[in-house]
DNA sequence: GATTAAGCGAGACGGTACGTCCTGTCTTACA
DNA sequence: TGTAAGACAGGACGTACCGTCTCGCTTAATC
């Protein structure tokens, strides 16, 4: 379907393309998901996604961060160690089970091979997910349930790192028992 | 000097191989890692790496093992703060300064794309690693510095998780006080 | 200068490649006209030739074609022997000396293996090339000179099969004496 | 089966490899002819072709020498006319009908890319053929039936040639009546 | 009878070309 | 002006053969 005219983009192309990034991957892993692919997917010019994208992984992190992906918000219960194991499983049910993972997984491994692509991961995701990781603990430096000058910054990398290791590296299972033992931390 | 013949393959075209994937990749990227770049370089056929490889990520990994990037023994001064803090050091240094831990991450990045990698990698290199991660522990273990029956494996993922996450999510420098907070967990 | 789009073909790319096939068979022979060789010399792409021609000899076809070389007609000057002469002679020329020839020669070889060319050789060729042929005895059959119901296409095989012969098979000269004796033939 | 010694090379093998090149080159067409299918084919080491042979051209000009193919031994009736006949009858049926004219199709084929070829089949092939069909001539010169003086070299080729010019160039079928008209030459 | 050297089947080697796929750029006609 | 369509130059893919090589076996003449 044609939409060219004269005043800005296709809402439509760009939402098209978006969403056939999205399931190639999803369905056929990152080797097929090629620009040619995409555009005949999408039913989109190969022209109109070199127009907006400069590159694949670029309409992979649109993708990403258009969806609604972005709902990892913590519970605020008052109790520490329940809100942290809460956001844990919630981060580890995003990293292994969710299309949203795979695509961040994915997103994740092409940023090793491209420093442009970590740099716009890290600004346009990353930093916001840290900062929802770090919200059960500024929650509890507020209630203090956590002693004030507490280095949340590493908290969060001892909480979440392992999580992500196993997701990413080990490809182990996230059990409950381990999110257990991993936010057993404060409680030194 | 060839050595072809019914009775083996040619372990001089072997190195060739593996050195120049290796060359490739720590100077000019994954991308630039081409079955044909490395062909050229190593002065062999493109056939003689499709006989012996079934594609260029396994050359990397072969390269991988071969290379002395297996030598992340730990020390073992019977003090296990020190022995892990050095142990840590040594594994984050590895991982973020090395030609071998860019080989690494670049195999862990095509390890999220390709299943098949995922288990190679994990088997002939990762086992291998938490092996030498839990030595200071059980070390430690025997001399009764730790409780006989703690989780070590769970212990190793809390140690090295943050690391990897770092080194492979967050890009952040690993200082030697990260190291040092990190490994402040059996005093808990 | 690209002329690609949804139109038509690049008229450019076509000729170039058409002139470095051309020149690679006259220049090089037959075992170096490669599709690479023809690319690269016509600062093409591979894949515009395979858009295009099914296989090499067929570009080879349309160079043939597309050349001046149908300038074979005959004289005509009202002298059926010589008329003939003349025009075997400039066949022979044709065969044994020309580019154009060149290319017929490996044409037809080529079509000893493919029965396909073979019938595009002689669909967009002999044909044309045997109607010329013929012209000098249908004017002498018009003026009288030859009686009418003559098997014409039997008479032009006679004239010209002994020069093919000689071309193709047994590469002895074809010298003026020779077209003199094969063109003595209506004279009985 | 091995015949390895010390007394010169292995006619099984030799045989063996011309039986398989005839074989390939008629089920297969000339395409297909490889010299590893020919090896493979006949149970032999490449190797062993390449002692013995320079090239699969060579192997199929020995296959067609050493192949009963060359008894194209004219009549000898004391009628130049039917004799004349009945040997191009032949003849055309070699050139189209049998194996070793599909062969010889295919060696002439690649005589016209291939100089040196081209010298051996005139040497090994032609020139004793020729020989063969200027048998019932110069058997007409002895008995007076044709004048002494006559040049039989350009009789020959007026008499061959067209048959060669249809079974090459034009594939044409070559009926009796064609032979007829081809061969009522002499009664000029 | 043991030695030895040539021919053999096997098959790995460096290399070239194949025909395909995808990249990123371009041109065109339409809306 | 943005778009769908698609041809373009370029480059890597994985495959098929080329002609060369080395290997270990078999065999028959020589020691």
Redesign the interface.
């Known amino acids: 379907m044609h939409r060219g005219n004269r005043h800005g983009r296709s809402e439509e192309a760009r939402l098209a393309v978006l969403q056939a990034a999205d399931d190639l991957l999803v369905e056929h ?3 097929r998901l090629t620009v040619e692919a995409i555009a005949q997917k999408a039913g989109v010019a190969k022209q109109t996604i070199y127009r907006w994208w400069p590159s694949k992984t670029d309409i992979l992190l649109d993708a990403f961060l258009t969806d609604a992906a972005e709902e990892l918000a913590p519970p605020d219960t008052g109790d520490l160690a329940a809100d942290v194991r809460a956001h844990l499983t919630a981060v580890a049910r995003f990293l292994t089970e969710s299309d949203a993972g795979a695509v961040f ?2 997103l ?3 940023s ?3 420093p442009r692509l ?1 740099t716009r991961l ?1 600004a346009e995701h ?1 930093t916001a997910q ?1 900062a929802r990781d770090r919200l059960p603990l500024e929650r509890a430096v507020a209630r203090g349930d956590l002693p004030a000058g507490t ?1 949340l910054d ?1 908290l969060v ?2 909480l ?7 997701a ?4 182990e299972e996230i059990t409950a028992d ?1 999110i257990a ?2 936010s ?1 931390l404060w ?2």
């Open positions: 892993g990152f080797a997984r994915a994740t491994a092409e090793l091979h491209d970590a890290r990353l840290r280095d590493i990398d001892r979440v790192g392992p999580l992500y290791y196993r990413l590296v080990t490809g381990y033992a991993v057993s409680s030194c």
